[in-house]
């Protein structure tokens, strides 16, 4: 296993891509949170007052280039190899998936969740660097919290959806695709079908982020997308052809 985790560690490194995807998307939070403070307040003239943590945790979550770029980062783990046709390489020197499919899936964790704590770090750098802010309404530890669900969120819709559709490019679009349909979608059936939402895994993290009645339901649904989708791309994988 340490060999496998070592192999997959390099290849993820090794990519460009890789290091690109991730630097634009810290450079990503790094410009929205600018353009929330120092561009805004250039422009407006008067001193902002900005609630620090909450302007962060909108900075990361609600950014859509880092829901772009994210789910990219996600979809590379399996979606590289598909692209390329390197997934056969990979099995013939490790014959067992589910090994190979748990140490991407925390190779993935591990670079999204870093990716976006440098990001987040950087927005609160330009953010308390402009003395424009206030501490703000959210604790620390929950906004941590936070991030860290968003970033598992998009990191294991993008994973799964790679695998479950052997493609790259749908990897990427379907988080997004997702996204949007609960966007746009979901708020025109929820004024005859108010239910329906809250079975929608981005629309059930924002309803656990909010800690009221539909906190506990919203963490329920969560779960079971997030387990429910990684089975179905480890049983695909155990049993399709690479």
Not at 166 to 179: A, D, E, N, T
Not at 197 to 217: Q, V
């Given at each position: ?12 490194k090794?990519i460009?891509t ?22 805004v ?8 007052d900005?609630p620090l943590?909450?302007?962060l ?11 772009v770029?994210l ?8 979606g590289?190899e ?11 020197a ?13 190779v ?5 969740f870093?990716?976006?704590?440098l990001?987040?770090?950087l ?7 402009s003395?424009?802010t206030?501490?703000?309404?959210l604790?620390?530890?929950s ?5 860290v669900?968003?970033a598992?969120?998009?990191a ?14 749908l ?5 997004l ?16 079908y108010?239910?329906v939402?809250k079975?929608?895994?981005i629309?059930?993290m ?10 506990l339901?919203?963490?329920g649904?969560w ?6 989708l990684?089975l179905?791309?480890f ?8």
């Amino acid at each position: 296993m340490s060999e496998l985790l070592a192999f997959e560690w390099r290849r993820a490194k090794s990519i460009r891509t890789t290091w690109i995807t991730s630097i634009f998307t810290i450079l990503g939070v790094g410009f929205f949170a600018f353009i929330a403070t120092v561009a805004v307040s250039a422009e407006t003239g008067d001193p902002l007052d900005l609630p620090l943590s909450n302007t962060l945790e909108t900075a990361v979550i609600n950014n859509p280039i880092v829901l772009v770029l994210l789910s990219s980062l996600a979809a590379m783990a399996f979606g590289h190899e598909y692209r390329y046709g390197t997934i056969r390489l990979t099995l013939t020197a490790f014959p067992r998936r589910a090994g190979v499919f748990f140490v991407k899936l925390c190779v993935t964790l591990l670079l999204v969740f870093l990716v976006t704590a440098l990001g987040a770090g950087l927005a609160y750098a330009i953010m308390a660097g402009s003395g424009k802010t206030s501490p703000g309404d959210l604790a620390w530890s929950s906004l941590a919290w936070h991030l860290v669900v968003f970033a598992t969120t998009f990191a294991v819709l993008a994973f799964s959806f790679t695998v479950i559709a052997r493609s790259h490019p749908l990897g990427i679009v379907g988080p997004l695709l997702l996204f949007m349909l609960e966007l746009i979608l979901l708020p025109l059936i929820a004024s005859r079908y108010e239910w329906v939402p809250k079975l929608f895994p981005i629309t059930a993290m924002t309803n656990w982020f909010s800690a009221g009645s539909d906190a506990l339901l919203g963490a329920g649904v969560w779960a079971a997308w997030m387990v429910g989708l990684l089975l179905l791309s480890f049983a695909l994988l155990m049993r399709r052809d690479a």
